[in-house]
């Protein structure tokens, strides 16, 4: 069942974050992320959504991008390793997309790494419609690419 995160997941998608590979570092901006989006410490239009099976097994955290009309950031989706290829990425990204639509987004945005090692993650989008929009090397590191993927919401407006 995808749901709204609360607070009380925190621990659970620290621990997904940690099992798909997210750096120390990383695991502690997570947590101060979930802290204030999750904590009342924040009054934007972020939303995270959870991946419900008893407990939480994946995750997804969307934004909109600032000084546009109706552009959002798909910042965070995550299954539990031995959770994925059951179509519940998939779900939660409709779900996310299903969510924007209804408040009326044109555009979804997600960025990944270019790495071989994420070519399933990049195949994972295309499959999902998103269409390759820009690549910005060595953006992460030294031979590490950011691929920014696209996918229109809506009709656009002629």
């Known amino acids: 069942m995808i749901r709204p995160t609360t607070p009380d997941d925190t621990a659970a998608l620290i621990a997904l974050a940690d099992a798909i590979g997210f750096e120390p570092n990383e695991l502690e901006v997570l947590r101060e992320m979930l802290s204030d989006d999750l904590g ?5 239009d972020r939303f995270w959504l959870t991946d419900d099976d008893g407990e939480p097994v994946g995750v997804a955290y969307c934004a909109p991008e600032r000084m546009t009309n109706g552009t959002w950031n798909l910042l965070l989706i995550a299954v539990q390793p031995d959770r994925q290829g059951q179509g519940r990425g ?4 409709r779900y996310v997309e299903q969510t924007l639509m209804a408040r009326g987004a044109r555009l979804l945005l997600v960025e990944t790494s270019g790495l071989p090692s994420f070519e399933r993650t990049r195949a994972f989008y295309r499959k999902c419609g998103y269409d390759e929009e820009a690549r910005i090397r060595d ?3 030294a031979g ?7 996918k229109a919401l809506v009709a656009q407006e002629q």
């Open 90 to 93: 998939t779900a939660l990204l």
């Open 40 to 44: 009342g410490n924040s009054d934007s």
């Open 139 to 141: 953006f992460y590191k």
């Open 144 to 150: 590490d690419d950011k691929i920014v993927y696209r």
